[in-house]
């Protein structure tokens, strides 16, 4: 018997690889882009461990080259649906009752295959179905994938060892119980590591799920069910269900044992959720857990002492990192006209210096869009400012979706605050500014706190200690992660636990504990030593 009181140490977040010209790592991902092109995969469920294909096929496409078919996938029906909630329950009971450190184990493990045996494979897949950068696919499939993995194990032993104290003739105990039912899990586009960790942090704390992952990152997501089932992962612990949203809520939101949804995507579609749980109260055996990260219209305010290059590099990165499509990406800058100048100058180089394209060519900065719809939402958004007195595009505000999803990195200066894309998430590469009176500091930030219905991040470019102290305080509910000087995106986990409120979702931050006490049902255990045996109160004698 293995009786250790056993803890994780805090580990490290993983380095990111620099595939540099002439490296081993670069030609080892080169080479994996290049098979991975040339393949076309079939995905099916997996249900209890048991591979199923329904024979509804959809296709996965390259982004960039729309007409290249990545994979092919199974689409689940109800029965399926169904199918799945029950192998989730059946395995509630063997999984929950195993030790954590042996949950934890299995997660550690998964994320040393992903660093050590399939970080070009994870990689590639990242690349070509999600059209990120090497970069961009680096930190998020691997480093953040890892980070996700590791960091929980250590959260969930910190959790665990939070107990109470011994009381006067009692000895009390915590039990960090899992969720009593199962948890469905929806998963975004945009980030591999999310995908992996809506489910891995639900499950390292004992429960299991019904994972419903985005239909154009299914091939990172497959490859994902594959290294937690070669990690040890249980039969149905995870159960992939490819498919679509409405067949799969249908069935699931009305089930008895629904525990909790965790989910990252749009705030509509978490509305609906929201709304349709409460519909539903009356079926459930408990009321459901809702965790969930939804949009954002993130912002960069700059005061007058802010450095003008480095603000400069903040607006552009911030916006044209992966297209713009991360929930942390900037999408609105307020800039004074003291500065303006200036930094217009530096930020027109930079934006000068931006090439899109291809993944496979690692000199493009940008790539393309998602899909089509993206596409087409992103550029009635930039044909809106054409037409608006309000506004001026100085940079881009151009797309073509001949052969790709490719949008050029647009930058919009407005004279109305309230403009539509000051106020409305665009998840594209559409930056908007306001130039405002140098007078107006004061004014503009409660402006920034009340344009957006959203409140993920933000950030303060200032060299005036006074000015950013007043800033955070005036914009304290505007952001979940606020940054000083820094654009507002690049989260790490262990470090800047992420999440927004307001129409932004739950805030219970992702990357740490916080988030994992949310899949538990906590159950005090008091043993009283000596029981008493009179009911008199002792001045009665």
Known sequence: MNNAIFTFKEPVNEPAMTFLKGSKERLLLENELNRQSNLQVEIPLIIGGKEIKTGNIGKVVMPHNHKHVLATYHKAGEKEVKDAIDAALAAKLAWMELSWIERASIMFKAAELISKKYRYMLNAA????????????????????????????????????????????????????????????????????????????VAIMGNTTVWKPATTSLLSSYYLMMIFKEAGLP??????????????????????????????????????????VGDNLELYKSYPKLVGETGGKDFIFAHNSAKKRELATAIVSGAFEYQGQKCSAASRTYIPKS????????????????????????????????????????????????????????????????????????????????????????????MTI?????????????????????????????????????????LRYAAGNFYYNDKPSGAMVGQQPFGGARMSGTNDKAGSSLNLLRWTSPRTIKETLVSPSEIKYPYMD
């Open 126 to 201: 990242t690349m070509l179905g999600q059209d990120k950068n090497a970069y961009q696919a680096e930190i998020d499939s691997v480093c953040e994938t890892i980070d996700y993995l590791r960091f929980n194990a250590y959260f969930s032993s910190q959790i665990i060892s939070n107990q109470p104290g011994i009381g006067l003739g009692n000895i009390n105990r915590l039990e960090y119980r899992p969720l009593e039912g199962f948890v469905y899990t929806i998963t975004p586009f945009n980030f591999t590591a999310i995908a992996s960790n809506l489910n891995t942090s």
């Open 235 to 276: 039969d149905g612990v995870i159960n992939f269900v490819p498919g679509s949203g409405s067949v799969l809520s249908n069935v699931v939101l009305k089930h008895p044992d629904l525990a909790g949804i965790h989910f990252t995507g749009s705030t509509g579609v978490f509305n609906y959720l929201w709304k349709t």
């Open 339 to 430: 500065i303006w100048k200036e930094t217009k100058e530096h930020i027109l180089q930079l934006v000068s210096e931006i090439k899109v394209g291809d993944v496979i060519d690692f000199n493009n900065y940008m790539n393309a869009v998602i899909d089509e719809d993206s596409f087409d939402n992103i550029m009635s958004y930039i044909n809106y400012a054409k037409k608006s007195d309000d506004a001026q595009i100085i940079a881009g505000g151009e797309g073509d979706k001949s052969i790709g999803y490719f949008v050029q990195p647009t930058i919009i200066v407005t004279t109305n605050p309230n403009f539509k894309s000051m106020q409305e998430e665009i998840f594209g590469p559409v």
């Open 434 to 474: 306001y130039v405002y009176e140098d007078d107006k500091y004061e004014e503009t930030l409660k402006i920034c706190d009340q344009t957006s219905q959203y409140a993920l991040t933000g950030a303060i470019f200032s060299n005036d200690k006074y000015a950013t102290v007043l800033a955070c305080r005036l």
